[in-house]
């Protein structure tokens, strides 16, 4: 796929930098359908070139900060060496500095975000709570809210279990299945059904 098929899926004013970090590698750029378990993939082929999947349905904003998320894994590779941890530190500059490079290809209210994330950027989308916020990720039925609006004492179901949010355990909420009687912590995103 070439650089100029994507512009569809992505916002203006991005092909001058893809150009510039494509540069001379030879990259095979799948675009997938929704994938609930990740939003890109990148890996090298045995022929030593590239490939990057990315879902299909992201906005133009989201498709291409994943996008820049697996282009980072490909030049930190080649830059420091196969050898380097996927999010590891050199991931994680190249990645910084390829989001600050780029800044001006986002919106304003974006902007912030996307700063304050490349301070330290995750390895998972999902972890940064700001960014999941911002384009409203979420697969799920209606009805559904993130555990964070929840008080103590509420009831609520996830995945078809029911459980009782007991409290809160640094940034998690402990949880109790109702079921089991196990404990369980939640992440502040996850997204539950409230029981009436």
Known sequence: MSIQSL????????LDHLRNWFSDHSIHIKITRNRNSKLGDYRKLRDLS?????????????????LTHELAHLIAFEKFGRR???????????????LLESIEVYEDDLKSIIIKFSKSPKANFMASPDLVKYFHIENHEDGEVYIETLTKGDHFIYRNDKYLLEGLIKKNYLCLNLVT?????????ARVKKCS
Do not use: A, C, D
């Open 50 to 66: 590239h490939e990057i999947t990315i879902n299909s349905t992201l906005q133009p904003q989201l498709f291409f900060f994943v």
């Open 7 to 14: 512009e569809k899926y992505l916002p203006k004013n991005t």
């Open 84 to 98: 380097i941890s996927p999010h590891g530190n050199e991931w994680k500059e190249t990645f910084r500095n390829m």
């Open 181 to 189: 009687g196990r404990k369980y912590s939640f992440k502040p995103l």
